[in-house]
Every structure is written in structure tokens, then in C-alpha cells.
């Protein structure tokens, strides 16, 4: 089944303790791309990837940092994370950046930073 | 700058009445436009793309130029539709997201 699997898909953490949240994808996309969503504020984009090796930043990415040595995996990690971190995060992918074709996001993982 | 705008937070109809969901845009050229759709603790999934013109679950979606949107309709809502809805450039910039309620 095509799909972006996450993990995990919930997780409690304290300040300043690093952690990892993955993605992966098994339909050959070359895009991925995070999100965070916040109430009110609907889905802000992190850090994308247009391919191996290549990443870049989004609308929001201080606190994050992101690494795409293969193509089916993108994760995203938060080196010190900080409550105001606290949200539900979606990773996405697509054929390629500006697909006509749309994006397949994962279940999400929600975060909470205490 | 380019931007997708949802004006409604929450939207809140009775079962069998017609919906839309207003999306409006500002983009230099020709927008590729889509519809996601989040149900209740679910993934997003892709609902609509305005360059196939197609209907799913019985949802429409017409891009006018000329008034700049993308307006998502359904003429008789159905209280399954209750869920998020987001509008979105094909490059992933998201709107503010519309939560639509569909009362029995």
C-alpha cells in the first residue's frame, strides 16, 4: 500500500531533550515536506526536500532541523525542543515540488514539550 | 504576495443544506489550485484538484479568475462531511483551514 508512515505517532518530552521524529515513503517521491499544525493557525509549512541531498526552509523552521539522505526518508529533528514546539507535525511527499497531481501526508505525530 | 485566504473558521450547516467553503487567492499567473480534506483525527487526504475538474463525494470546486477563488460546494451536506477543509496552491501553501460542521 502507498503510504507515508510516521513515527511515533504520539510523544511527551521535556525540555531541551533532543528527539527524532520520522517519515518515510515508499512510493518513490522525490518531494517531502513538514508541517506543524496549530489551532487557528492551520498547517505552516517547516523544512521541504525537492530530493537527495537537497532541503530547505519553509515558513517556520528555527528549532528544526531536517536531513534527506535517502529517498524515502526525511526526519525531522528538534535538537532542543521548547514547549511552544508543542503541536501535531505532518509529514508529506509528492512526485516532485509542484505536483499537479497533490501530496500523501502521514497520520502525524503529536508532540507535547513539557 | 501570493497567498491562499480561507475567511471562515468554522462553518456549521444542517444535514441536506447546500455548502461552500470560500477559498481566495492572490498569485501572479495561473494557480494550481487543490482541496484537502482532514476528517476527525485522520490524515489529510487530497479531495479536489481544480485541473481535473472532477467531483468527489458529491464536493465541486470552480476556479474563477476573475473574482480570484476556488470555492469548494456541495448541495446537500451530509453529516459524514463534517471535517477540516484546506485549500492549497500546488506548491503546498496551505490556507488557514475551514472546520465544517454538518448538524443532523
Known amino acids: 500500500e502507498a503510504q507515508v508512515t510516521q513515527n511515533p505517532r504520539y510523544l511527551i518530552t521535556v525540555t531541551g531533550k533532543k528527539l527524532t521524529v520520522t517519515c518515510s515513503q515508499n512510493?518513490?517521491?522525490?518531494?517531502m515536506s513538514w508541517y506543524r499544525q496549530d489551532p487557528g493557525l492551520g498547517l505552516r509549512q517547516i523544512y521541504y526536500?525537492?530530493?537527495?541531498?537537497?532541503?530547505d526552509k519553509g515558513d517556520v523552521p528555527e528549532g528544526y532541523k531536517v536531513s534527506r539522505k535517502e529517498k524515502r526518508n526525511f526526519p525531522l529533528i528538534l535538537e532542543s525542543p521548547s514547549p511552544n514546539q508543542t503541536s501535531l507535525y505532518f509529514c508529506?511527499?509528492?512526485?516532485?515540488?509542484?505536483?499537479?497531481?497533490?501530496?500523501?501526508f502521514g497520520s502525524g505525530t503529536r508532540l507535547t514539550v513539557v | 504576495a501570493q497567498r491562499v485566504t480561507q475567511p471562515e473558521k468554522l462553518l456549521s450547516v444542517f444535514k441536506g443544506a447546500p455548502v461552500e467553503l470560500k477559498c481566495n487567492y492572490s498569485y501572479s499567473g495561473s494557480p494550481e489550485l487543490f482541496w484537502y480534506v482532514q476528517y476527525s483525527r485522520q490524515r489529510l487526504q487530497l479531495l479536489l484538484r481544480h485541473i481535473s475538474r472532477e467531483s468527489i463525494k458529491g464536493f465541486t470546486a470552480d476556479l474563477n479568475k476573475g473574482e480570484t477563488s476556488f470555492h469548494l460546494k456541495k448541495p446537500f451536506a451530509q453529516e459524514e462531511d463534517s471535517a477540516m477543509y484546506y485549500c492549497a496552491f500546488n506548491d503546498m501553501r496551505f490556507g488557514a483551514g475551514t472546520r465544517l460542521t454538518v448538524k443532523p
Open positions: 526536500s525537492m530530493n537527495v541531498e537537497v532541503t
Open positions: 512510493m518513490n517521491h522525490e518531494y
Open positions: 508529506a511527499s509528492g512526485l516532485t515540488g509542484g505536483t499537479l497531481y497533490g501530496y500523501t
